[in-house]
């Protein structure tokens, strides 16, 4: 089990790294925040760090450091445009709850 893209979520990412020029992927992982406790934080990878997973699909890989893992396994990392809101949306299975306002989650 690890961290599975979509195929929205992969071209999302590769588009960006285009646009910025350079980078190797996204690193995907999380820290203590908001009021259910855990919120997901994300940033380009320039420099890989050793004890990073990564996990690669069409094309487009994310880096999760190995602290955060085992809160993400299994996790599904989409990108979806919905009206005038888009963004990267985390299915994860170990979630047991959100905030209201969906920017923290609990596990």
Do not use: W
Not at 23 to 29: D, I, P, Q, T
Not at 92 to 102: F, R, V, W
């Amino acid at each position: 089990m690890g961290i599975t893209l979509t195929q929205q979520a992969a071209e999302h990412i590769q588009r960006h790294l285009a646009k910025r020029g350079k980078g190797l992927g996204l690193r995907l992982g999380v820290k203590p925040s908001g009021c259910s406790g855990m919120s997901y934080h994300l940033e380009y990878v320039d420099d890989p760090v050793a004890e990073d997973q990564v996990f690669e699909q069409f094309g487009a890989r994310v880096y999760v450091a190995s602290d955060s893992l085992p809160y993400l396994q299994g996790m599904e990392l989409d990108y979806a445009r919905e009206g005038l809101n888009e963004g990267f949306r985390f299915n994860n299975p170990n979630e047991k709850a959100a905030c209201g306002c969906g920017e923290s989650f609990t596990v």
